[in-house]
């Protein structure tokens, strides 16, 4: 069974939105920071986002403004409402859960991933 599972990704036009959850079956996401990740075809996994447990948010420069990164601890679910979408945020969007003390997102620092959803952006 996925640890994580990613869901919400779709094709979506310049400028539209989508939201991604990130829902856990075995672990309880509220005691470990959450982080959001991209892999565009050719490029290397990047950092996206990340929630700590107190609530704490870091983003990526060139999504700041555009994304926002939130938790559900009764759902136990972690959500990323992207706007103003671009082309060049298309890529495979994993999540990905890594200890309590980890702050920023860096994928060497995370130990528990999805297998990650879909997001097209394209008129």
């Known amino acids: 069974q996925v640890p994580l599972v990613e869901s919400g990704g779709g094709l979506v036009t310049p400028g539209g939105s989508l939201r991604l959850s990130c829902t856990a079956s075995?672990?309880?996401?509220?005691?470990?920071?959450v982080g959001w990740f991209r892999q565009a075809p050719g490029k290397e996994r990047e950092g996206v986002a990340c929630?700590?447990?107190?609530?704490?948010?870091y983003y990526e420069d060139d999504v700041k403004g555009r994304f926002t990164i939130s938790r559900d601890n009764t759902q136990n679910t972690v959500y990323l409402q992207m706007n103003n979408l671009r082309p060049e945020d298309t890529a495979v969007y994993y999540c990905?859960?890594?200890?309590?003390?980890?702050?920023?997102?860096?994928?060497?620092?995370?130990?528990?991933w999805g297998q990650g959803t879909q997001v097209t952006v394209s008129s």
């Open positions: 990905a859960a890594g200890s309590s003390i980890v702050v920023v997102p860096i994928p060497e620092f995370y130990n528990t």
């Open positions: 075995e672990l309880t996401l509220e005691d470990r920071t």
């Open positions: 929630i700590t447990t107190s609530g704490g948010t």
